[in-house]
């Protein structure tokens, strides 16, 4: 995946596209993410997850829930048949995570794995 971070530390992490064997109109995003600093990341607040079948032109969120832990202060994270086929038709799949409210030593959230499954 690509990475950016703003000034304010929010990041923008968006993957290489993966080819569809056919247009799919749902998807799945799982990934791991670490809590640091002294507050916990609220889910789709200070993290968003997305997905898109067009090559990142459209994306559609999904609302992330925690599916059990990893460790002190990690969580697996996901969203699960996200309906996609509002979307442009396409087979140029890819996700996109974002933070947000980010600050050094109060809220870091760090991703340190994901998943994009599609249907």
Same mark, same amino acid.
Request: proline residues 2%; contains cysteine.
């Given at each position: 995946? &690509?990475?950016? @971070?703003? =000034?304010?530390?929010?990041?923008v ?7 569809? %064997?056919?247009v #799919? ?8 993410? @670490?809590?640091?600093? =002294?507050?916990?990341? $609220?889910l /789709? $607040?200070? &993290? !968003?997850?997305? &997905? ?7 994306f +559609? ?5 925690? @599916?059990?832990?990893?460790?002190? /202060? !990690? !969580? &697996?994270?996901?969203?699960? %048949?996200?309906? *996609?086929?509002?979307? #442009? =038709?396409? +087979? =140029?799949?890819?996700?996109? *995570? $974002?933070?947000? %409210?980010?600050?050094?030593? +109060?809220? @870091? $959230?760090?991703?340190?794995? +994901? ?5």
């Amino acid at each position: 995946g &690509i990475a950016s @971070e703003g =000034s304010s530390g929010q990041m923008v992490l968006q993957s290489v596209d993966s080819t569809a %064997n056919s247009v #799919p109109s749902k998807a799945d995003l799982v990934m791991l993410l @670490e809590d640091s600093g =002294s507050s916990t990341t $609220t889910l /789709n $607040t200070d &993290i !968003k997850g997305y &997905i898109s079948r067009d090559s990142g032109t459209t994306f +559609t969120q999904g609302t992330l829930v925690s @599916e059990g832990t990893w460790g002190t /202060n !990690k !969580k &697996i994270l996901a969203f699960h %048949n996200l309906d *996609i086929s509002g979307q #442009p =038709s396409g +087979t =140029s799949m890819c996700y996109k *995570i $974002t933070t947000h %409210n980010q600050a050094i030593g +109060t809220k @870091e $959230t760090r991703v340190h794995a +994901t998943s994009m499954g599609w249907s």
